[in-house]
């Protein structure tokens, strides 16, 4: 009930069309990995979905948790009849994905994370595709990539140039980007990626 509450005094919701609003929901964890791309023979172009995180959140505890809408609801903090028009989207999507062989790109929203409360930030995003980078696909230190990970701000405002922090993570770790690109972390953090790194990282 308190996150509900919670959800009640600070979600307000932002205009969306004229005469409607759509209120932010509480989300308790973010994806490490946003983005899922088909094989797909003589590499022929996939469309991509979007899918936005409480759309995912949605999904994760109806069908992953196999908690009821009621209590679903309550998680992120809306109405079961809003709950259940997430989670009919969310579906949809990927079953189309599932079905038509698309990509499928989890970001933007309207949410928060409850981990973060009370200090918490609402974040309002409009999901895009980042022009100046693709999705990291090739292979990577796995572990190195979460030791990055773990010190970059977990924003995904773009800045960048990769559509995520971990899609970044996993390029600084495979040797595909600087360490220094972030705009949010300061210098110290960018020295400990770089002890991370040592000698391989990219200039």
């Known amino acids: 009930m308190g996150l509900w509450l919670a959800c009640r005094e600070y979600g307000q919701g932002y205009r969306r069309r004229r005469g409607r609003c759509r209120g932010r929901r509480w989300i308790e964890q973010l994806p490490e990995v946003t983005y899922f791309q088909p094989h797909r023979p003589m590499q022929l172009p996939a469309t991509t979905i979007l899918l936005t995180l409480e759309e995912l959140e949605a999904l994760r505890l109806v069908d992953l948790e196999d908690l009821t809408q009621e209590e679903a609801?309550?998680?992120?903090?809306?109405?079961?009849?809003?709950l259940w028009n997430d989670l009919q989207r969310a579906r949809k999507k990927v079953a189309e994905a599932l079905v038509k062989g698309c990509t499928i790109r989890i970001q933007g929203g309207s949410y928060a994370l409850y981990s973060s409360y009370p200090h918490h930030q609402w974040f309002i995003e409009?999901?895009?595709?980042?022009?100046?980078?693709?999705?990291?696909?090739?292979?990577?230190?796995?572990?190195?990539?979460?030791?990055?990970?773990?010190?970059?701000?977990?924003?995904?405002?773009?800045?960048?140039?990769y559509l995520s922090c971990m899609e970044?993570?996993?390029?600084?770790?495979?040797?595909?980007a600087p360490s220094n690109a972030c705009k949010v972390i300061d210098s110290n953090i960018k020295d400990k990626i770089k002890e991370i790194l040592k000698k391989k990282e990219v200039r």
């Open 126 to 161: 409009t999901p895009m595709v980042h022009p100046l980078h693709p999705p990291a696909t090739h292979t990577h230190d796995e572990e190195k990539t979460k030791r990055i990970l773990q010190l970059l701000p977990k924003t995904n405002c773009g800045a960048c140039g």
């Open 168 to 176: 970044y993570a996993k390029a600084i770790a495979s040797g595909n």
């Open 73 to 82: 609801a309550m998680r992120m903090g809306v109405s079961r009849k809003t």
